[in-house]
Structure formats: structure tokens, C-alpha cells
């Protein structure tokens, strides 16, 4: 099986440690880059942890129920409306759940969809059922854009959750952009992909990424059925990366509810580590094509976002802003293990 393109080198530095009589200390930093993602990082030996966890108090009373435009109050007057060829009734539902187009839109189809008309729900609360509904009211409006016929090839759901990740409201919504062409990191994953078919007598890079993920038995967390889930070997955040792959699904339309059930159960499952660990905050995407496409699987990558206190410091620099490396932290494998219990309940 053709190697995945994981690189690592090991670089020391050396200071006079003032916290231990200015003897000599020794720091080593792993470099490391990712041929599939493209990603540089590097990890670092001493782990960040977040001491405590984050009151969301001061968040509610700078984002009340009463000034919210996804709360029931608002929601009526101040969310946009699709155009009738679209959906007569302007909007997708399932339940609570609602899919509308982003008043600030980032794409030509930028929209925004809500779980439910709760304003605060914490990361221990994302349940796979109060997720559900969310993400099959994205599902629901790929298949109208798919049934419209227009030619779209790409597309992708996505979550600030709180705003240390960028979430502009505190009320839990997910993005979905559907596009023509796609963005750059995707374009980066679907080249990785064709050359390693062309390099490979046509093997798909997943199974073969999955197969020896897991059998290197380090990042791999675990297996759920269609779902793998594993820890990146370089991460693109401070506190790492957790990624997912349907295992045979090469088009967002192979999902299927129970497809779905699994992924969401998997995901509340990293929430509830996530939570455990002080956490408050997250992005994540799922990337899809809309036609099957042999050579990407739906897959998906959530990481962890936090401020660090006294001041509110962010977790993104000038390396990572400026000279596209991450600074890390985490070590993937460490992360790997501390999340394997989780998906043992
Ligand atoms: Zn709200």
C-alpha cells in the first residue's frame, strides 16, 4: 500500500532555564507536515490545558434570548427568505430545525440553518437528537439543489459553535455552501486524492489512509461502522484536530438518516470529551461532493477552539496567520488516547 506522505523531523533548542538555577534545558519540537492537507505544524512538548471551564454567563447577558434573531421573538421579522423557485414556503424545516439563506453570505449559496429555537445550548447538550433534525434540514436543501439541476459539484456543512471559534451568536447554527468549483483546502484534499490514485494503480487514498491508520494504531480512535474516526497527524489548531471519514460514501446524497444517527452520536460523543476538558468552543466541516465522485469520501474535520485567560489571548498567531504553520500544543497521539474511552460507552 502506497505510503500516506507523513513527515516528521525533529528539531532541539537549547536555554538556560531560569526556573531551575539556569541549568541547561533542552526543548524539542516536532515539525511536521501532512502531504494529503498540506498542513505544517508543530508539535510541541509541554500541553496546554485549559484549567477551568469557561462561564458562559457573560456571553448570555451580551447575547440575551431578547436581542437574538434565531429566537422565536425575532425570528419571524428579521430572518432572509429563499426566492420562490427555490421553496414556496421560503425556508427549509424539520421540526424545529430551519434552513434559511445567511443575510451576510459568504458564496453565492451561503445559508444558514438552526437546531432549534433554543437560544444557549452547552457542548454537554448536543445530543445526536438534538442535532438530527439540523443536519438532515441540510440534506433536505442539497436534494433541492440537486433536483434543480444546476451543475453544482461541491458542497459542505459547517459550525462556528460560540464565539472563541468565530460563531457570531451564541444560538447553536450550522453554514452549508454549495459551489461550482471548491474551496482551496478541499481542492488541496481532491488533488491529494487523484495523485495518489494515479501513484497507486487507482487505490482510493481514504480506505488506504483508514487501513493504515489503523493499523499504526495511533491516531486511530475508532471505527463506528461507516464512520472512522481518527486524530490528525498534523492538526490545523492549537488543541489538535479530530477528523471523520465515510468509509464507501463518495457523494453527500449516500448519507443515509442512519448514516447520519452514527456520525451525530460520534460527534456528541468528542463534544462530551470536549466539554469534559474545559472546552467551550469548536469549527467544524463536512465536506461532500454532490456527485459521485470515486476518488473523495464525505469527510469532515472538527477542532477545538479556545481563548487563553488572563486576557482573552487567542488560540491563532502570526504562525499560523502569516507563515501558514500551526502551533500545537497537542500531540495527535496523546489526544487519540484520551478520546478512545469515550467511544467505548
Ligand atoms: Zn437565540
Same mark, same amino acid.
Given at each position: ?201 487507482? &487505490? ?18 475508532? &471505527? ?18 479530530? &477528523? ?102
Amino acid at each position: 500500500m502506497r505510503e500516506l506522505g507523513f513527515n516528521k523531523e525533529i528539531t532541539t533548542g537549547y536555554y538556560l532555564d531560569p526556573f531551575d538555577s539556569f541549568q541547561e534545558k533542552k526543548v524539542t519540537i516536532e515539525l511536521r507536515h501532512d502531504e494529503i492537507t498540506g498542513v505544517a505544524c508543530r508539535i510541541l512538548p509541554y500541553r496546554v490545558r485549559i484549567p477551568q471551564k469557561p462561564d458562559l454567563e457573560p456571553y448570555l447577558e451580551k447575547s440575551p434570548e431578547s436581542l437574538c434573531p434565531f429566537c422565536p421573538d425575532l425570528f419571524e421579522k428579521t430572518t432572509p427568505r429563499f426566492t420562490a423557485n427555490i421553496t414556496e414556503s421560503g425556508n427549509f424545516k424539520r421540526g424545529e430545525a430551519c434552513l434559511f439563506p445567511n443575510a451576510f453570505p459568504y458564496d453565492q449559496n451561503n445559508n444558514v440553518a438552526i437546531f432549534s429555537s433554543r437560544h444557549l445550548v452547552p457542548m454537554n447538550e448536543l445530543t445526536p437528537d438534538y442535532m438530527r433534525d439540523g443536519f438532515l434540514v441540510c440534506r433536505d436543501y442539497f436534494h433541492r439543489v440537486a433536483e434543480m439541476n444546476l451543475g453544482y459539484k461541491y458542497c459542505s456543512i459547517n459550525w462556528n459553535y460560540m464565539p472563541p471559534a468565530g460563531g457570531g451568536l451564541i444560538h447553536p447554527h450550522l453554514q452549508t455552501i454549495v459551489s461550482y468549483r471548491p474551496t482551496s483546502f478541499m481542492q488541496k484534499l481532491l488533488s491529494s486524492a487523484q495523485n495518489y490514485a494515479a501513484n497507486s494503480n487507482g &487505490d482510493n487514498l481514504w480506505n488506504n489512509l483508514i487501513a493504515l491508520e489503523k493499523k499504526s494504531n495511533k491516531r486511530f480512535i475508532a &471505527d463506528t461502522g461507516v464512520v472512522c474516526w481518527l486524530t490528525s497527524f498534523a492538526p490545523k489548531g492549537m488543541a489538535g484536530e479530530i &477528523d471523520f471519514i465515510f468509509r464507501e460514501k463518495t457523494s453527500i446524497f449516500d448519507l443515509t438518516e442512519l448514516n447520519f444517527k452514527e456520525f451525530l452520536t460520534g460527534l456528541s460523543r468528542v463534544f462530551t470529551y470536549l466539554h469534559t476538558n474545559n472546552f467551550m468552543s469548536f469549527n467544524l466541516s463536512l465536506y461532500a461532493t454532490m456527485n459521485n465522485n470515486n476518488y473523495f469520501n464525505v469527510q469532515g474535520k472538527i477542532v477545538p477552539r479556545f481563548v487563553m485567560n488572563p486576557l482573552g489571548t487567542s488560540d491563532l498567531n502570526y504562525f499560523e496567520k502569516l507563515h501558514n504553520e500551526i502551533i500545537c500544543p497537542t500531540v495527535p497521539e496523546e489526544l487519540c488516547r484520551e478520546l478512545q474511552p469515550y467511544f467505548k460507552t
